[in-house]
């Protein structure tokens, strides 16, 4: 599902309020989001899972057209862990 999938689904679902406003809404709670893991910070949906960064050590990898190394500078990726009730949802038989 995409971003615009999902401001429309939410807008149907929801007759009263205007696709603007859902747009708007879904926008600015990814932007939260985003804000606080940029923070370092914990984004924790109950039932969904958690957002946060992990660090990755800078390391020497290798080119692998070439075998050649090259120096992995440290960086920093978003991490998701499902939630225990996503889980189970998802590994339900239905």
């Given at each position: 599902m995409t971003k615009s999938e999902l401001i429309q689904?939410?807008?149907?679902?929801?007759p009263h309020l205007f696709h603007r406003d859902v747009?708007?809404?879904?926008?600015?709670?990814f932007d939260e989001v985003a804000?606080?893991?940029?923070?370092?910070?914990?984004?924790?949906l109950r039932g969904?899972?958690?957002?946060?960064?992990?660090r990755?050590?800078?390391?020497v990898g290798r080119n692998p057209r070439t075998g050649e190394s090259v120096e992995v500078s440290?960086?920093?990726i978003p991490f998701f862990k499902t939630g225990?009730?996503?889980?189970?949802?998802?590994?339900?038989d239905s």
């Open positions: 689904h939410i807008s149907e679902q929801n747009e708007r809404i879904v926008t600015t709670i804000e606080a893991l940029a923070r370092g910070d914990r984004v924790e969904f899972g958690a957002f946060s960064v992990k990755r050590d800078a390391r440290e960086k920093y225990k009730q996503l889980r189970e949802r998802l590994n339900t």
